[in-house]
């Protein structure tokens, strides 16, 4: 009876209080001390973010991104060597069809200095061997489960209140707020197998279960909670998302309204939780009409008065669907996303894609890749208008390579946005781009916005630091390239426009486009795995009468397809439209061919489009030549990233965006590289700022 009253007496406790005569600290002495813990380090990371903001300006000023003084030195050689360890991880292991990746050792160990704390909090000064402490370990550990809540919900916001203080948009910060909620799951579980503890030594859980309000209020909220956390693992995330975000939101609020009814005392955390999320939403739903009401924004010919994105959705080779509004009233920068919706087509879902142009364009573009979903949906219903015969294929690719017009859909959409950050390129030296198919809609619009800036400061305008661009691409198959064929050369021949303009080469522009069948990029891949194309026409047109084709007319097709496709530029030598190679090549050392290409030398081992074609040699000092190569295989991004981080001048920063298989083997580079030249450590190399886009969050 006894621990029943102790129990049923949450309220009438002393919990405020530094406990009993031991000095044993009250409960919500602790709740305070870590919420003092997580005020510090938020404090601490919104500190960097004012000094990288202050860095910004100081190198613009000065057009220079190498480090003077002694306080710049000493912070570039803190951040090297965060970066350094931070982004670490070891290699991927492969157990069959199963990939191991270890987590980086980063990300490790902010997840483990939080659960130490969380830790230390629930058993400080408390012998958990001691029985008659495990009532107030129970105790301790339910108001540290609680005082967690508040920083779930302050991390899962897209509207995000830490991101705007630290620098960091939402999605960077998606898999912290995941891992607290995992350690809150665990404080919760110290705090009801401790109370199971006690009272299993005189048999009284059944009891307690079926008789106190308190515990059986209790132990539904754990449940809720171990559901909800059970429920937001990655397989079952990308399994049905939309379900697990409606899932995920009703949960929340079943677990609240449990926690509202199990306490009697802190009510305030809830209440803050409440109000963080609704501060979320009425956020987001207002900046999603300031992006698509009309009326809110001067008026423009062509635009509806009420509604202003209207998109018009364009199949492209590979599965693709080219989505563009014209004049948006919304506002972004390079390197930003928003969620696009359409209800016509994809019915009460919203997915977040990487916006693909420059404001300076006037349209918003988005290239989506058709995997399931929503996404192959949106493909579905733009592809509608090949269904015709086979003979007009060619025809229709052809117009929209070349921009000519072609067969498109217009719709209403909404949009919601814009979110992403990332920090300001002007200010490094170099900047190194490495996309792996659509991954390139991440990084073709920040390498067109430096060039932009290039372009400002040659009329008068404030220009930037960066002075070398290296923009890798690849890509499965060569008819890919019309997804930014243009943009590529019109940025080549903008390039050339300022080093005539400026009488000297100054600014350098180096773009490779690799082709291989490889669609993960892995590391792993055989060097010397060599395949027929898994492309083709029937990839490229997904209606159903193609199932039909003949193998002869496929060949013919996707022979006139892919002539055609390539009509600007002269396309031969290593690359041929009959082979993949998935080997790992050096495009300045003679690559080995393909086994089905004949042999070539190392002069002729790339493609390159002519000079009538606007992509002409650099003649400078920083860089033997400037052309877009068409390479078959894997590049090695090593060799690539060290060639520019040799000839940098001050701090460089390289750019990834693409599948999982990129993504590993450029930040196992970059750190090697750091590593290997001693970045800031008194050998005279730059640092280098890294940043990974990927396809999820």
């Given at each position: ?11 009438g ?12 600290p ?17 404090a ?6 004012l000094?990288?903001?202050i ?9 220079n991104a190498?480090?003077?003084l002694?306080?710049a030195s000493?912070?570039a ?7 350094e ?11 069959g069809?199963?990939?191991?990746r ?7 160990a902010?997840?483990?200095?939080y ?38 919900f302050?991390?899962a916001?897209?509207q ?6 630290t620098?960091?948009?939402y999605?960077?910060?998606n898999?912290l707020?995941r891992w ?9 579980t ?6 199971f503890r006690?009272w299993a ?12 309000r308190?515990?059986?209020?209790g132990?539904?909220?754990w ?9 937001s ?8 998302y ?8 009703v949960?929340f609020a079943?677990?609240?309204g449990a ?10 955390y809830i ?5 963080i999320?609704f ?10 009409a300031?992006?698509?009401l009309?009326?809110?924004h001067r ?18 080779p590979?599965?693709v669907?080219?989505?563009?509004i014209d004049?948006?009233?919304?506002r972004w920068?390079p ?5 696009l919706?359409?209800?016509t087509v ?6 977040p ?8 364009d006037?349209k918003?573009?988005?290239l989506?890749q058709?995997r399931?979903?929503?996404t192959?949906r ?6 509608r208008?090949?269904?015709r015969p086979?003979?007009?294929r ?11 017009g072609?067969?498109?859909?217009q719709?209403?959409v ?7 950050k ?6 490094f030296?170099s900047?190194?781009?490495l996309?792996?198919?659509?991954g ?7 390498m067109r916005d ?12 404030s220009?930037?630091v ?6 890798v691409?690849v ?5 890919r390239l019309?997804?930014?064929?243009d ?10 426009e ?8 100054q600014?350098?522009l180096d ?6 069948c ?7 891949n ?6 027929p194309?898994?492309h083709?026409?029937?990839?490229m047109?997904?209606?159903?009468d193609?199932?039909n ?5 496929q060949?013919?097709d ?5 002539q055609?496709?390539?009509s ?9 439209s009959g082979?993949?190679c ?5 495009e300045?050392g ?7 290409v004949?042999p070539t030398s190392?002069?002729d ?6 000079e009538?074609d606007?992509i ?11 052309k877009l190569?068409?390479?078959?295989g ?10 520019v981080?040799?000839?940098?001048e001050g ?26 030249r001693?970045?800031?450590k008194g050998?005279g ?6 940043h ?6």
């Amino acid at each position: 009876m006894v621990l029943e009253l102790r129990h049923d007496g949450h309220g009438g406790m002393d919990m405020g209080s530094m406990g009993t005569s031991s000095g044993v600290p009250g409960y919500f002495y602790m709740q305070k001390m870590y919420w003092a813990a997580i005020g510090a380090v938020i404090a601490f990371a919104a500190l960097i973010n004012l000094l990288d903001i202050i860095l910004l300006w100081q190198r613009q000023q000065s057009l220079n991104a190498r480090p003077k003084l002694f306080p710049a030195s000493l912070y570039a050689t803190l951040a090297a060597t965060t970066r350094e360890i931070y982004s670490a991880s070891l290699p991927t292991y492969h157990l069959g069809w199963l990939k191991l990746r270890s987590p980086l050792a980063g990300k490790v160990a902010v997840v483990l200095s939080y659960l130490i704390t969380v830790v230390v909090m629930c058993f400080y000064m408390y012998e958990t061997e001691d029985q008659w402490s495990w009532e107030n370990i129970a105790y301790r550990c339910g108001c540290i489960a609680q005082a967690q809540l508040p920083l779930v919900f302050l991390l899962a916001g897209k509207q995000n209140i830490i991101g705007y203080l630290t620098g960091m948009s939402y999605e960077r910060l998606n898999w912290l707020h995941r891992w607290v909620a995992r350690i809150l799951w665990l404080t919760a579980t110290f705090h009801l197998m401790f109370w199971f503890r006690s009272w299993a030594r005189y048999d009284y859980i059944k009891v307690k279960m079926s008789k106190d309000r308190l515990t059986q209020t209790g132990f539904a909220s754990w449940c809720i909670l171990t559901a909800l956390v059970a429920f937001s693992f990655a397989p079952i995330r990308r399994f049905n998302y939309e379900v697990f975000i409606i899932s995920h939101v009703v949960l929340f609020a079943g677990l609240l309204g449990a926690i509202y009814t199990h306490v009697t005392y802190g009510q305030t955390y809830i209440w803050f939780c409440v109000g963080i999320f609704f501060f979320d939403r009425v956020a987001r739903l207002a900046v999603t009409a300031f992006a698509n009401l009309s009326f809110l924004h001067r008026k423009s010919p062509g635009r509806h008065w009420l509604w202003a994105n209207r998109a018009t959705l364009t199949p492209l080779p590979g599965d693709v669907t080219r989505i563009t509004i014209d004049k948006p009233v919304l506002r972004w920068t390079p390197g930003q996303h928003v969620f696009l919706s359409c209800h016509t087509v994809v019915p009460l879902q919203s997915h977040p894609f990487s916006i693909a142009s420059l404001p300076s364009d006037d349209k918003l573009e988005f290239l989506v890749q058709a995997r399931r979903g929503g996404t192959k949906r949106f493909h579905r219903f733009a592809s509608r208008s090949l269904e015709r015969p086979d003979s007009r294929r060619s025809l229709f690719y052809r117009r929209v390579a070349n921009n000519d017009g072609g067969l498109s859909h217009q719709k209403l959409v909404g949009v919601e946005g814009p979110y992403g950050k990332i920090r300001p390129l002007r200010q490094f030296d170099s900047v190194i781009f490495l996309a792996g198919s659509t991954g390139a809609t991440f990084t073709v619009p920040l390498m067109r916005d430096i060039i932009e800036r290039w372009k400002a400061h040659v009329s008068g305008s404030s220009g930037s630091v960066t002075k070398t661009i290296r923009f890798v691409w690849v890509i499965k198959a060569r008819d890919r390239l019309c997804w930014f064929q243009d943009q590529l050369e019109k940025a080549i021949s903008d390039v050339v426009e300022i080093q005539r303009t400026q009488g000297h080469s100054q600014k350098q522009l180096d773009i490779s486009i690799y082709v291989t069948c490889d669609e993960e990029l892995d590391a792993s891949n055989p060097d010397d795995r060599c395949e027929p194309p898994k492309h083709g026409i029937a990839e490229m047109n997904p209606s159903a009468d193609s199932q039909n084709e003949s193998k002869s007319q496929q060949l013919v097709d996707e022979k006139i397809e892919l002539q055609s496709l390539t009509s600007k530029a002269d396309i031969s030598g290593h690359v041929s439209s009959g082979c993949c190679c998935k080997a790992e090549v050096n495009e300045d050392g003679g690559p080995k061919p393909c086994c089905c290409v004949r042999p070539t030398s190392s002069n002729d081992s790339m493609s390159s489009f002519d000079e009538k074609d606007g992509i002409v040699p650099a003649t400078g000092t920083r860089s033997a030549s400037t052309k877009l190569r068409l390479v078959s295989g894997r590049p090695k991004t090593r060799n690539i990233m060290r060639k520019v981080l040799e000839e940098a001048e001050g701090e460089s920063a390289v750019v990834v965006c693409g599948p999982q298989g990129l993504q590993d083997d450029v930040r196992r580079g970059v750190v090697a590289l750091s590593d290997e030249r001693g970045v800031h450590k008194g050998t005279g190399a730059q640092g280098i700022y890294l940043h990974v886009e990927g396809f999820s969050y």
